[in-house]
């Protein structure tokens, strides 16, 4: 048996968690849900989005898989019931869940588009407390708690940040490279206050492939196929954070990168340094003495599913910073059969790296223990 703890799952909201909480004024402009031509739409001042598909198939055949489903009731509960993602988890092994956003964007970069900052920062303190008191609370023991921030304001970020981490938030859920969606970049400085706070309280700043990128269309571009193995999002935007001033200034911040896989992190950090080394000078770059492939050893935590080559390599990075994960209820996800998948994977791997691997490297990085109760009751039904 293995102790799980998933640091990437994802909530598919539901239609109640804006209209619950935003202001009275807010209510018709905030997200939520209507019927459209059988399909339910989220809607919310300036836009519409079907945000299901295949966010959203656990527990279906793979020959069902598609752009559906349309409707709430076309999923199995766990991806929006917490009561029932619980269940579920637990049923696998999986005894710690991360979950990051679905309609906010996987870093809330959604509200940052919205006219109305007034409203977008309503709608970030709803979904917050949506996460803090109604999903979390509901198995306090199985969900780690974690919070989007403004991610158009600096200062109120840190605000927020604050204030979900006085509820008890355990994690930061940012966008892996604000620059590519407009906003400054980690190089210049602006992000100093965010990343001061995450180091002063140890909270990580956990970060998805996506989280920075355009929605996703098919229409007339690549296979789903191709955007669902490619891990060029994760090696690029990691390798930028490797190279700016941020990590360096601030050593005690933690960063995570989830659903980037694992196997390029070498070949990468290699690169990186020869980079550094060959260009520091015309450049100038600050803290040249601090090499990139330090700063990703020290700083930087990825995750990894079913992917034996990159597990191969493990000791080319440090097995201290790898981390796994569920991707529940996604398409990449092994649910039902995490155990399976897992012993298929770590098959050979020396215990003590399995289990830093499975779990004990998140609840370290997360402050975040396995409950013992909830591995004795797991194990008491697989007897």
Known sequence: MYKLFSVDD????????????????????????????????????????????LNAVAGKPREEWGMEPARFEDMIPGCYQPEERAKDLLSNGIFASVSFPTLPGFGGRKFATFNDKELALACVRAWNDFML????????????PMHIVPVWDVELAVKEHERC???????????????????PNFHGGYWEPLFAAAQADQTPICMHIGSASAAVTLEGLNPMTEIAAAFAMAMRSSVNLMVSPLLRKYPGAK?????????????????????????????????????????????????MIEEPVG??????????????????????????KSQQAAKEVFDGVPQDEVDKITHKNAEQLFNFKISERLVAAYSGAQA
């Open 10 to 53: 994802h909530i598919v909201e539901p239609a109640h968690v804006w209209t619950d909480r935003v202001p009275a004024k807010f209510k018709d402009r905030a997200p939520h849900v209507v019927e459209q031509d059988g399909r339910q739409m989220w809607v919310w001042d300036g836009g519409m989005e079907l945000t299901m598909g």
């Open 311 to 336: 597990l191969k390599y493990r000791h080319d990075f440090t097995v201290d910073n790898i981390l796994w994960e569920s991707d529940y209820p996604h398409a990449d996800t092994p649910f039902p």
């Open 133 to 144: 008191d109604e999903w979390c609370a509901a198995a306090p023991e199985v969900f780690v």
């Open 255 to 303: 960063v995570v990168w989830s659903e980037g896989g694992i196997g390029w992190i070498p070949a990468a950090i290699e690169r990186a340094d020869r980079q550094w080394e060959r260009h520091q000078y015309w450049s100038h770059v600050p803290y040249a003495e601090i090499k990139p492939s330090e700063v990703a050893r020290k700083n930087m935590y990825f995750c």
């Open 165 to 183: 981490v006085n509820k008890g938030s355990r994690a930061i859920c940012f966008i892996e490279d604000p620059q590519t969606i407009g906003l």
